[in-house]
T-cell receptor
Framework: GAVVSQHPSWVICKSGTSVKIECRSLDFQATTMFWYRQFPKQSLMLMATSNEGSKATYEQGVEKDKFLINHASLTLSTLTVTSAHPEDSSFYIC????????FGPGTRLTVL | KQEVTQIPAALSVPEGENLVLNCSFTDSAIYNLQWFRQDPGKGLTSLLLIQSSQREQTSGRLNASLDKSSGRSTLYIAASQPGDSATYLCAVENNFNKFYFGSGTKLNVKP
């Protein structure tokens, strides 16, 4: 099946700093990618839809100024968590829409 | 808004047992339904995908059924093994390719 990668796989940062997470479709082009987050012992919740060449669309309750999404090419979407706080600590998973939707391996963010 | 519920939340069985995991969803206007496995601290492994026009899919010891009109799906695992221990997630995809996940069933298969 198609491969989606995420980088980094885990990151620890200090409160107030910004963190960028990359999502790449390695062997297919994806005009649409999605970002999800998963808090401990909870399920995945859709955060936003990332559209190549246009603005992302955010789910209700997700701050677009805090979670900046850039989908600059057909194989790369980035999620930047700005001014991260401990409550942003979570597991962030992306997916890319090809013939079907393929999920990345996730990025664990810990904010101290 | 689509709500996905999975029952039970946790399940512990001895090795060799057959078991059934349940998933229900509130909006029957789905594009497809997918079952995933998630190991602790890891990403998602796709197990079975059932398109909205299909009733079931099988892969090895796994069989998933879909009753779209009643908003239900089941995942049947035959002859369970300790390596099957993981959290199983049910997710429905709508016509805009958005996934809505259940909270999962944590399975423990005891040797």
């Amino acid at each position: 099946g198609a491969v989606v990668s995420q980088h980094p796989s885990w990151v620890i940062c200090k409160s107030g700093t910004s963190v960028k997470i990359e999502c790449r479709s390695l062997d297919f082009q994806a005009t649409t990618m999605f970002w999800y987050r998963q808090f401990p012992k909870q399920s995945l919740m859709l955060m936003a839809t990332s559209n190549e060449g246009s603005k992302a669309t955010y789910e209700q309750g997700v701050e677009k100024d805090k979670f900046l999404i850039n989908h600059a090419s057909l194989t790369l979407s980035t999620l930047t968590v700005t001014s991260a706080h401990p409550e942003d600590s979570s597991f962030y998973i992306c997916s890319a829409l090809g013939a079907e939707q393929f999920f990345g391996p996730g990025t664990r963010l810990t904010v101290l | 808004k689509q709500e996905v519920t999975q029952i039970p939340a946790a399940l512990s069985v001895p090795e060799g047992e057959n078991l059934v995991l349940n998933c229900s969803f509130t909006d029957s206007a789905i594009y497809n339904l997918q079952w995933f496995r998630q190991d602790p601290g890891k990403g998602l492994t796709s197990l079975l995908l059932i398109q909205s026009s299909q009733r079931e899919q099988t892969s090895g010891r796994l069989n998933a059924s879909l009753d779209k009109s009643s908003g239900r799906s089941t995942l049947y695992i035959a002859a369970s093994q300790p390596g099957d221990s993981a959290t199983y997630l049910c997710a429905v995809e709508n016509n805009f390719n958005k996934f809505y996940f259940g909270s999962g069933t944590k399975l423990n298969v005891k040797p």
